[in-house]
Structure formats: C-alpha cells, structure tokens
C-alpha cells in the first residue's frame, strides 16, 4: 500500500493490544506477531503506548496519529478560561469572532429569572411558537446585528459546577443586584465565584422602578466587595434597569457587546468541536435529550457525540426556538437527539469517527485505563513542594468564620503574611460568616483552593463533597494556629498530620500452636481487607485486650500481603498469642490527614 493509500487512525497514549487490533480491524494474533518481530512480547490484553501502537498500525498499513486528550489537559482552572483553550490549538488565521456566552447570577428574589425572561421576550418574534421545548437552558438573541448567547443556569453553584468539570460555563456573568435590597450573602458569594473563574462581571442594578431604590447606596456597597463602578473610576459596568418594566435592557446589552469586544471572544468553526453539556433530561416519547453549547467547531447531522461517557449518532437537532437544523456553529446553543444515555450537565462534549471509537473511549474510561484526570488538588502539607517545582505560585483560601469579628483579623493577618513571603501569593477567593458548605467545596473544587474554617463545622453535604473531589479542609479554633500553619506551610516546614483508618474486619473462627509457645488465629474476613503491613487490635466483649503489629499474614499455606472480605486466613501477632475463639481482629493504618 502506497503512504498516498494510507489512512489515517487515531490512537491514545496507552492501548491494549486486542483495542488496537479492533480499530486497525486485524486479528490480535496478526498484532502480537508485528510487536514480536519488533523485540516486544505482549498479551492479547496487555497495554502499549502509542508509539510502539503505531509502528504496528504503520507496518499494516495505517498513518497513526496521537489522540488528543482534552479530559487529561491541565485545566488551569480559575486562570485561563475555557475558550482561550481551545483557540490555542487553533490556527490564528481561521479564527473568527463568536457571540458571548453569558450567565446571569446573584441573590435569590434579585430578580434573576424576571430578568431572563425579559431580555428573551423582547426579542421573540411575533406569533414564534416553542418547538421541542419551551425551555431548553439556553437561547440566543440579537442586539444591533450581533448575537449573544444566554445561559439560564440555576445559580452560581451551577456556574461553579460546570468549572469543576473542566467546562468554563460563561464568557461574562450578568450579577443582578436589587436597588431596594443592596449586596447581600448570595450577592458577595456569586461575585467571588465569577472572580475566580476570571470572568467579567456586568453589574444589573435591578429595581430601579421602585420607589425604595438607593442606587448610590448599592454601588458603595459594590464597590466595599471590590466591583467599584466605571463612574467611579473603577472598571465595573453598573447598568440601571427593570426587569418589570422592561427598562434598561438595550443598555445591559450594549454593555455585554461592549465586554465581549475588550475579552476578544474567538472560535475556529472549521476546527476541532468542543463545547459544554447544559443539560440533559430522558424524554417519554423523544428519548434522550441534551442541551448542548458549542464552544469552537460545526457540529453536523449524523455526526457522533461523546459527552462524557454518554455517546451516540445525532438523529435529530434543534435549535433553542425548537426549529430543525443541519449544523451549528459556535455559542450555538442546540438540543440533539441520540444519545445512549443521558449526559451530565457540565461534562465537555466532542465529535468522534464512529459509534465504535466512542464504546472504545467509554470502556476504557470505565476500565480505569483512561482517566479523567484534574491537577492534583493543593494541602498545606504539599504546598512548599509544588512552589518549588513551580506548580505554583498561588495559595488560594476560602474563609468561614463564626462572626465578623473574627473574619477580619484572620483575613488581615493573612494578607500580612502573604506581604512577608513574597514567593506565594495568598488569595482570598470567599470570605464569609458561617459554616462550611457544598457550595465553598464546589468553589474550592473549581479553583483548587483550600478551605479554612474558624470555629465553624462543615456540614455533610459539603465532608462528603470535599471527601470525593479530594478538596482539603482545615478546621481551627485558635488564630494564631491557623496562622502558624499558613507559614510553616510556605516555609516547607508543615509536616503531614498522621490519622488512623480501619482498613478491615476479622473474625477468629479457631486457634492453632505455630511453636511450642506461640499461637496464631484462624479467620474469615468480614469487612474490608488485612493488610501484612498494618496494625491490628484484638477485641474481646467489646474491649481491645491489645493492640500491636502483624507477625505474619497466611493465605492457606502461603504469605501473602493482604486478605480480602470473605476469604479466610491465618494471622499471627507480635507479642501476643492469647487469642479466643469468638475474637474480632481490626486491622488500620496511618495515612496523611486530608484536613
């Protein structure tokens, strides 16, 4: 076969040898003998990388190319946005203009919704009847010849959610602030998580048709949480309206055009397609339905989908009025048809060759082959270790403190300190009065910052989160610890903080002499696994009778490492042999605390 006749194939960084045989579509046995006569012995199940992958596909007639991995892209969250990204994979000469992609937030009753609806009532065409849904999540409209590209998201935990799976959810926030009511809790919560994601905020000064608005009052208020308006010298656009009356919306417009113009909003719609899922909901008679939003590429009729580990042939696709389309283009916000199953909202999604190549990327992303992988979230333990590896230069807080009078010091002293040590900048991304919640994980999960708190607890919702996403919360009750931490931590010198974990569970069914003195116990596992290398406590009638190290770890005549749940074993403990029949063995380790 000439190189001319050569097709091309896509492969991963690490394949095994059967999934490579698949998507060249040759026997294994056809591959295993390539890799032999190439010095590599490797099982039908064995992983490769890619570039000997590719020396087989290449001697059986294929051009390998290497896939690229945005699911194991650093994702730099709270840096660089999304889109800027994707233009930098991008030839500068095919990039064009696209619309903004924009996000309302603030607090609740601020008047939100009213406000979507009115911008998105002003600009339906008369008699314009909702197609296959009257609300799909997102929708656009057009001001003066130019586009923009709302997102209804339910708030800005929603907005924080899509950052924490690698999407950047919005090119500006819309922040809507009552002119009656002022910055409230949810008002300061909402700005500091549009801050983090380095998104520009435009003010909605809501309400302005009340008798009760004190407009000047609200822009001081503004201006204490670092929004200082544009009048004022400062660089935040304050824009008045009624969300009611439909007043002021043409200029809440102008200025979101007038943003998008300063942040240079680009997409290439011929490269490759990416984009965010909006939602995604199981229709009784459509089947699966997903909102999605382009964010660069066209996305066509029959193309196939992968959206997190959903997948499928697009059959059918909407625009937001519910109309039928072929293809989309960028900030495109469009429902498909097709999926498998329904995606979750805030999973990246992209264009793949064929159904096949999806359940090859899904299994190995289920098999644990492929990750989805983040950075490797920041503790105070290993910070002087990322500085010096220049990983980073940043040590981004979350601050909840029981009262104000707290707040203040703990933030103060901490600024001071970041003054004294200029090699790490301390960033305050919340500060706020009461416990840890879901949302100050979420936006500590999105930033990879840390959470502090001072005598507060963290709620259920907020440990199970922190537990899954790996997000590291330290809990204090005396400033000057939460202090001495913070430097010991940028000086290098904050060693990890040892905790036990039970690890397992056994039972001892019976006893045998291993010597003359010496008696070790027969088991069955009834929870987790023992481990050789850990430390075992023996309980009688609820009382531990001792505590120590394993002697030895027997699985029927062999040493092994570890038992699992369900299978028997024998063990034998240093310094102790007096075991009972009816004794419950617990084994634990030391692990570095995630706090």
């Known amino acids: 076969m000439s190189d001319t006749e050569m097709k091309k194939i896509i ?83 095919d990039l064009v203009a696209r619309p903004p992609v924009v996000t309302i937030l603030g607090h609740v009753d601020h008047g939100k919704t009213t406000l979507l609806d ?67 809790p949810q008002t300061r919560e909402a700005a500091n998580h549009a801050k983090a994601a380095r998104v520009p905020i435009v003010v909605a000064l809501n309400k302005m048709d009340l008798a009760t608005a004190n407009p000047e009052l609200v822009k001081r208020q503004l201006a204490e949480i670092d929004l200082v308006p544009d009048e004022w010298d400062g660089d935040t656009m304050i824009v008045p309206v009624s969300a009611i009356k439909k007043q002021g919306l043409d200029d809440l417009l102008e200025a979101i055009l007038l943003t998008a113009d300063q942040i240079d909003i680009r997409a290439n719609p011929k490269g490759e397609v990416l984009g965010t899922v909006v939602e995604g909901e199981l229709d009784r008679f459509r089947g699966v339905l997903a909102t999605l939003l382009l964010q660069n590429g066209t996305v066509k009729m029959g193309d196939t989908v992968l959206a997190g580990k959903a997948y499928g042939k697009i059959k059918a696709m909407f625009d937001y009025r519910g109309n039928r389309i072929s293809k989309a ?3 495109t916000p469009i429902v498909i048809m097709g999926l498998n199953e329904v995606p979750n909202a805030g999973d990246l999604f992209r264009v793949v060759a064929s159904e096949k190549d999806a359940r090859s990327i899904v299994a190995e992303i289920e098999s644990g082959e492929r990750t989805f992988t983040r950075p490797t979230k920041v503790t105070l333990e290993d910070l002087f270790e990322k500085m010096q590896a220049g990983e980073t230069q ?28 200029p090699e790490v900048s301390i960033v305050i991304l919340h500060q706020e009065i009461g416990n840890i919640s879901e949302s100050d994980v979420m936006l500590a999960t999105a930033s990879d910052a840390i959470v502090i708190g001072f005598a507060v607890e963290a709620d259920n919702a907020a440990e199970r989160l922190a537990e899954k996403e790996g997000v590291s919360i330290r809990l204090y009750t005396v400033i000057y610890h939460l202090l001495e931490d ?19 569970k056994a039972n001892v069914l019976a006893t045998f002499s291993v010597s003359r003195f010496k008696v070790a116990a027969g088991c069955r596992v009834i929870s987790g696994e023992i481990r050789r290398n850990g430390h075992m406590r023996v309980i009688r009638d609820g009382k531990v009778i001792f505590d120590g190290e394993i002697a030895s770890l027997k699985r029927e005549k062999d040493d092994v490492r570890e038992v699992r749940e369900g299978f028997e074993c ?5 310094n102790f042999h007096a075991f009972e029949v009816g004794d419950l063995l617990e084994c634990y380790i030391f692990e570095k605390d995630a706090a």
């Open 486 to 504: 913070v430097e010991k931590a940028i000086k290098g010198m904050l060693k990890p903080e040892m905790v036990e974990r039970v690890i397992g």
């Open 570 to 574: 024998g063990v034998a403990l240093k």
């Open 118 to 184: 009115a911008i998105r009532q002003t600009n339906v065409a008369a008699g314009e009847k909702g197609g296959i849904t009257q609300h799909i999540g997102a929708y656009q409209i057009e001001h003066k010849g130019k586009k923009i590209t709302f997102m209804d998201t339910p708030g800005h935990a929603a907005f924080t959610s899509m950052r924490a799976r690698g999407a950047q959810g919005a090119d500006i926030v819309i922040l809507v602030v009552a002119a009656d009511d002022g910055v409230m």
């Open 329 to 331: 283009g960028p900030s």
């Open 11 to 93: 492969l991963p960084s690490n394949i095994s040898v059967r999934a490579l045989a698949e998507k060249i579509e040759a026997s294994p046995i056809e591959v295993i003998k390539v890799l032999m006569a190439n010095g590599v012995m490797a099982s039908i199940n064995q992983n490769i990388d890619f570039d000997t992958a590719a020396v087989v596909a290449s001697e059986l007639g294929f051009e390998p190319e290497l896939e690229k991995r945005l699911e194991e892209e650093p994702e730099e969250k709270g840096e660089i946005p999304f889109w800027r990204r994707v233009i930098a994979r991008e030839n500068e000469k």
């Open 394 to 421: 940043e040590l981004r807080l979350i601050i909840k403190a029981d009262v104000q009078g707290s707040l203040e010091p703990i933030t103060s002293s901490l600024h001071e300190l970041g003054d004294q040590h």
